[in-house]
């Protein structure tokens, strides 16, 4: 028995050795590798997906903004040469001195302009944000690119940048909405009388310090004012004078004109913000650095002024003006769910571009303040020139409301309205022969249905009337002068968001 069991556990062994020998020649069939699953996550107030390799979170979104518009302002006027019947005229103060545009004609431009247009725009935004131990590091990148026939907005146009910033520790750098702005320019697609330098942003350097109960301060340095343009390319240089306006041949100067100088300091923006369950208030206010200069030129055959002036030796300024904004909001869930209304006021002397007056929802046809020539001739500037070489700086201030009424949870009603007041020293007024004060009037509202998420059906209708008043020295021979103009638009809108 013992030798047999000892052949039986012999034999056993043997087919289990060769056995696992054969196993070890055949093929394998390997298992499939672990998917990688996208990962969502949340980082802040940002949720997206972590890219690949990395603890970046980024999130995507953007929209397609496609909208027919429709308006036109009732009359053109232009400023038209009228022939010479003087050389000493006793309308301007110095001898030969000849006003050879003062009067207004209408034009039928307003005819040959289209009342209707075409525009659409599409926008991608990037959102990458990591944590670290002090908070979390962001940057934002949004590109934006528009199609149109140029009527009512921009013609087609590569991809730009409309925003793109870091932000880190309280630290927000690169462009940027201000931080002076609160209702910016309102609902409707066109801006109404108000701050706004957030629908397009601006390069800037700022850091904000969060408190507790809702509170924080700012304080940004931010891209001048005057050099990135305001109400026109050359509106905004320091002296409101129109080109029509110069001595003849026959005189002492040809040519006067005004020039921003460059810049030395940035607009400096300091701002306080509360938030809390009742709604938030806002409170800010610029320092803006002015330099400007006047100077002219002169035929060889002219005619001596009786004394030095500023048409003869030029003159320059390097001064600070200012500006101050307050806004604030109150919630009204006892009407909706989601329901607000806003108020915002402004006033600035000396920074016009912080005034919220320069931004006329009528800029598609000139109307409102404005000097190329269509609605309302007024110019816009921080300041004007006396002919002494003196610089006064302009007055202006606006107010704005607007009421965000929740109807349902996919329909939405946004009434606005604002006002806009500007204002030149008189007596130089008089001097240059130019209106010492404008005002404009702005009723807007805009109706929202979002039939499903995302998407969005909006009628932007608005109507602004401006006023002027009439120049000094005006010649009744030479035509009355137009103080009024206003007009309406009306736009429709199809936005999907993702």
Avoid at 107 to 133: C, E, H, L, M, P
């Amino acid at each position: 028995m013992t030798l047999m069991k000892s052949l039986l556990l012999g034999s056993a062994a043997t087919l289990v050795v060769v056995a696992g020998a054969q196993a070890a020649d055949l093929p394998t069939k390997k298992g499939a590798p672990a998917a990688e699953y996208v990962k969502v996550c949340k980082v802040g107030d940002i949720a997206g997906f972590v890219i690949p390799g990395s603890d970046t979170c980024l999130k995507i979104s953007g929209y397609v903004n496609a909208q027919i518009a429709m308006g036109n302002v009732k009359d053109e006027y232009t400023l038209a040469p009228l022939p010479v019947k003087w050389l000493w005229s006793p309308d301007f103060p110095y001898p030969g001195w000849q006003n050879t545009a003062t009067a207004l004609k209408k034009t039928k431009a307003a005819d040959q302009v289209s009342d209707i247009g075409y525009y659409t725009r599409g926008q991608v935004n990037f959102d990458a944000v990591t944590n670290t131990a002090m908070g979390p590091l962001l940057a934002h990148i949004e590109l934006q690119a528009n199609a149109g026939d140029n009527r009512f907005d921009s013609t087609s146009g590569g991809a730009v940048l409309n925003a793109g910033y870091v932000q880190w520790a309280g630290i927000t750098a690169g462009k940027h909405g201000s931080f002076y702005d609160y209702l910016a320019g309102g609902d409707t697609w066109k801006d109404f009388l108000s701050p706004d330098h957030s629908g397009t942003p601006i390069n800037l350097l700022a850091y904000t310090a969060t408190f507790g109960g809702g509170f924080s301060a700012t304080v940004s340095l931010e891209q001048n004012e005057s050099v990135s343009g305001f109400a026109g390319a050359s509106d905004n240089f320091g002296f409101p004078f129109f080109s029509n306006f110069f001595i003849l041949g026959t005189g002492n100067v040809t040519s006067i004109s005004g020039t921003a100088l460059g810049v030395r300091s940035p607009d400096i923006v300091a701002s306080l913000d509360v938030t809390q369950s009742w709604g938030g208030a806002h409170l800010a206010g610029v320092a803006h650095n002015d330099r400007y200069s006047i100077s002219a030129s002169w035929n060889e055959k002219g005619i001596p002024l009786a004394s030095p002036t500023i048409a003869s030796l030029g003159s320059s300024v390097d001064t600070w003006g200012y500006g101050v904004i307050g806004g604030v909001t109150f919630n009204l869930p006892m009407l909706s769910a989601g329901s607000k209304i806003a108020f915002q006021g402004a006033y600035t002397e000396g920074a016009i571009g912080y005034s919220g007056a320069g931004s006329p929802g009528w800029g598609e046809q000139d109307q409102g303040f404005n000097t190329n020539g269509n609605g309302v001739l007024f110019p816009m500037a921080d300041g004007i020139f006396d002919t002494d070489g003196a610089f006064h700086k302009s007055k202006a201030w606006s107010a704005a409301a607007q009421l965000t009424w929740k109807v349902s949870p996919n329909f939405e009603i946004d009434p606005e309205v604002s006002y806009a007041n500007v204002e030149y020293d008189s007596a130089t007024a008089a001097e240059w022969g130019i209106s010492p004060k404008a005002y404009a009037w702005w009723v807007g509202a805009v109706f929202d249905w979002s039939p499903v998420k995302n998407l969005d059906f909006a009628l932007d209708a608005v109507y602004e009337s401006s006023h002027q008043d009439t120049p000094a020295g005006w010649n009744v021979e030479n035509g009355a002068f137009k103080n009024e103009s206003d007009g309406f638009n009306g736009r429709i809108h199809v936005v999907r968001s993702f």
